[in-house]
């Protein structure tokens, strides 16, 4: 029988293993994850999970019992520290080897660190995990604490959100003119600038941290040269994919580890998918890598699929949501193609009930639906579609969604 072998321990690594037994195969798989728990989705440590009112069931894709139950061999706290494709072999921390048929590389990505004095002390936290977020939550939901996020991407203002909403005092330092301009730029970003501080959050703009303070523990960060009270500060600049496994093994990486439509990589028998792989995109015809949800949900399956032999592509329109305060919001698009394309707004972006949408040669490329539910599958079909839109219309209210399809 074939050996399948899965590196990482998250959604694509969980959703992998549901794929294969699903298509039928009954060969052995085995996953390996440096992590002591099973596979499992991150988007809600930063939210719901964070604040309390998820738990584990929320967030644990399935108990350690699923995977015995014959699914597969899951050897949590264990490393891969090194993939010898041309033997097809896996070499694990403990000395042992796997021979495998075809090996996923689903290994993620990593946050990235300041390079600051003070960054390694105890009370400065990053979250990528489950055990940062058990940290984490240990000290903000009783509220009463100082809290410094450095960093306005997604991760940061999820953190601020539910820090504040937990009853703790939160400063957001931002090197930028607006939070989150990188990923929707600065007329959407002025939304979520906007909302947090009418919550309460101190969010700084333009500012750099020269380092943090403290002894036993964090007391302080040096913002400009003036000192802000901390009791905790959470980092939040971004993640890198973890691609030491790839690079040593000789598989090509470039900003992930390289992968056709179908997740394959340049190695026979190797595929990657989530965070790490950088995939061709059949439907904007060029390279995209996203550490967003859908994409591990969907790049798991996918791979999977092209593991047992079947034809499969991944072609899923990258999406995110969040949830932060009294918003919620969820974006649909190819960020390569939105940086340059034209906003146009169909509703009202101050009371914070709108649609945005990115038009790119006359054509939806992204769209943000903010407190309007419900409207996913048809911007989604908007932007696969490829239709040419009348702007006029785009932002009419009065022109209902599903009016704009072709």
């Known amino acids: 029988m074939a050996h399948f072998v899965i590196v990482g321990g998250g959604l694509a690594a969980g959703k992998a293993v549901e794929r294969l037994r699903t298509e039928g195969f009954d060969g052995d798989v085995t996953v390996v994850t440096a992590e ?48 010898e494709p041309g033997d097809g072999r896996v070499v694990l921390d403990d000395g042992t080897t796997l021979a495998f048929d075809a090996l996923l590389l689903a290994t993620g990505s990593s946050p990235r660190r300041l390079p600051l004095e003070g960054a390694e002390l105890p009370g400065v936290r990053t979250l990528r995990t489950l055990d940062d977020a ?25 953190v601020a959100a539910t820090a504040r909403t937990l009853g703790n005092d939160v400063t957001v330092l931002e090197r930028g003119e607006v939070p989150l301009a990188s990923a929707i730029g600065a007329e959407m970003g002025a939304v979520f600038r906007d909302l947090h501080r009418a919550h309460g959050v101190d969010l700084r703009a333009s500012v750099g941290v020269d380092r943090i303070l403290g002894g036993d523990r964090v ?78 949900l969907k790049g798991g399956a996918v791979a999977a699929r092209s593991m047992l032999g079947i034809e499969a592509s991944h072609d899923s329109i990258p999406y995110f949501y969040t949830d932060q305060f009294d918003v919620s919001m969820e974006l649909s698009g190819y960020p390569p193609l939105m940086r340059d394309a034209e906003l146009v707004v169909r509703g009202d972006a101050e009371a914070r009930q709108f649609i945005a949408f990115w038009v790119g040669e006359d054509t939806v490329v992204g769209a943000m639906s903010v407190n309007v539910p419900k409207t996913t599958k048809t911007v989604q079909a908007l932007i696969r579609s490829g239709d040419r839109v009348d702007r006029e219309r785009l932002g009419d209210e009065n022109v209902p969604l599903e009016g704009l399809l072709g």
């Open 219 to 296: 007391t302080a960060v040096v913002v400009d040269g003036e000192e802000v009270a901390a009791d905790l500060v959470v980092v939040g600049v971004g993640a890198a994919p973890n691609l030491a496994l790839a690079e040593e093994a000789g598989i090509a990486v470039d900003n992930g580890i390289l992968t056709d439509a179908g997740l394959r990589t340049d190695a026979p028998g190797v595929y990657a998918a989530g965070d790490v792989a950088n995939a061709f995109h059949p439907g904007i015809r060029r390279r995209l890598r996203s550490e967003h949800w859908e994409n591990a």
């Open 134 to 158: 058990d940290a984490l939550a240990a000290d903000l939901r009783d509220g009463g604490r100082r809290l410094v996020v450095i960093g306005s991407g997604w991760i940061g203002m999820e």
């Open 36 to 83: 002591r728990h099973p596979p499992y989705q991150r988007p809600p440590l930063s939210k719901g999970y964070l604040q309390g009112v998820e738990g584990p069931d929320a967030v644990v894709l399935h108990p350690s019992e699923w995977y015995a139950d014959g699914m597969a061999d899951l050897r949590t706290g264990t490393v891969a520290v090194a993939v």
